[in-house]
Nanobody
Framework: QLQASGGGLVQAGGSLRLSCAAS????????RGWFRQAPGKEREFVAA????????SYAESVKGRFTISRDNAKNTVYLQMDSLKPEDTAVYYC?????????????????WGQGTQVTVSS
């Protein structure tokens, strides 16, 4: 199971740190990712990290503002979000793959957590 937390309401320019803790099984050998879905829009990729943190991937819209990291000892992945914009408002979901490397498709993330709401006010 994946449990996302850390969402909330923040003003534009502010920061939030999301966490995704895993329980019931270890994902230390799995790529992990974050996705988001805004109202009326499709789910979109935000960031991903390979099993050992050696490879990172970001959506163009968040590059330079968001940082994904992981702590395999804690079975947890993080998303540090800085310089938040109103367009970052969405429900954020964490996911895990059965692969060590970052999948090329969101459908290859076979494990999903419940979402955490992020709201950025202007």
């Amino acid at each position: 199971q994946l449990q996302a937390s850390g969402g909330g309401l923040v003003q534009a320019g502010g920061s939030l740190r999301l966490s995704c803790a895993a329980s019931g099984r270890t994902f230390s050998s799995s790529a992990r990712g974050w996705f988001r879905q805004a109202p009326g829009k499709e789910r979109e990729f935000v960031a991903a990290i390979s099993w050992n943190g050696g490879t990172l991937s970001y959506a163009e819209s968040v590059k330079g503002r968001f940082t994904i990291s992981r702590d395999n000892a804690k079975n947890t992945v993080y998303l540090q979000m800085d310089s938040l914009k109103p367009e970052d408002t969405a429900v954020y979901y964490c996911a895990a793959s059965t692969r060590r490397t970052i999948p090329t498709s969101g459908s290859d993330f076979g494990f999903w957590g419940q979402g955490t709401q992020v709201t950025v006010s202007s």
